[in-house]
């Protein structure tokens, strides 16, 4: 079936430090992903998508088919990225795309 | 882009009693989920609603205890039936695109059941 694993429920860095946040596939085909976040108190919002290749906040998440991953990295980690990150991927159905979630990963950014 | 509300925001409900969720889109679309966020787990989308016809139930999930209505094209309610304190969660509205772009999400609504 096809789904996401992210592997780490919470990561806690200190600040300035490398963050990576793990995500892999399990999809036949070409995979699209996407990294959505949720700050607290927030709603769930798009973070970067795979296809667009673009730096959000500094992030980027580069697809390896041969590792079936796409890894959420930033190379220095802000207090203001602390959120729940979660990796997802479109299913289509009747026209309309929806997602399918992996598990989450809580990222802590420590003073 | 597609601006989601949700009513209640958050409720506290005695187990065996039901609530129902709204969610009200500024824009007609095709079709709204319903997701489901426990604490400190992942979404998991509870069904599809189409206007017009029945709701599409994800593995897990029926329409017994979560009947979903969807009169028009902006607007869908979920009710969460004989709660019991298990069903305390997040529950959140979306809709989606016709492209494989971006999923937009309600606020959600903080269910507690004791």
């Known amino acids: 079936a096809q789904r996401v694993t992210q592997p780490e429920k919470l990561l806690s860095v200190f600040k300035g430090a490398p963050v990576e946040l793990k995500c892999n596939y399990s999809y036949s085909g070409s995979p699209e992903l996407f990294w959505y976040v949720q700050y607290s108190r927030q709603r769930l919002q798009l973070l970067l998508r795979?296809?667009s290749r673009e730096s959000i906040k500094g992030f980027t998440a580069d697809l390896n088919k041969g590792e079936t991953s796409f890894h959420l990295k930033k190379p220095f980690a802000q207090e203001e990225d602390s959120a729940m990150y979660y990796c997802a991927y479109p299913t289509y159905c009747s026209g309309t795309y929806k997602y399918i979630f992996g598990t989450g990963t809580r990222l802590k950014v420590l003073a | 882009s597609a601006v989601i509300s949700q009513k209640p925001s958050r409720d506290i409900c005695q187990r065996g009693t039901s609530l129902t969720i709204q969610c009200q889109v500024d824009?007609?679309?095709?079709?709204m989920f319903w997701y489901r966020q426990q604490p400190g787990q992942s979404l998991t989308l509870i069904a599809t609603a189409n206007q017009g016809s029945e709701a599409t139930y994800e593995s897990g999930f029926v329409i017994d205890k979560f009947p979903i209505s969807r009169p028009n094209l902006t607007f869908s309610t979920l009710t969460v039936s004989n709660m019991s304190p298990e069903d305390s969660s997040i529950y959140l509205c979306?809709?989606?695109?016709?492209?494989?772009?971006?999923?937009?999400f309600g606020p959600g609504t903080r269910l507690t059941v004791t």
């Open positions: 824009s007609q679309v095709t079709m």
């Open positions: 795979h296809i």
């Open positions: 979306s809709v989606g695109a016709a492209t494989p772009s971006e999923q937009y």
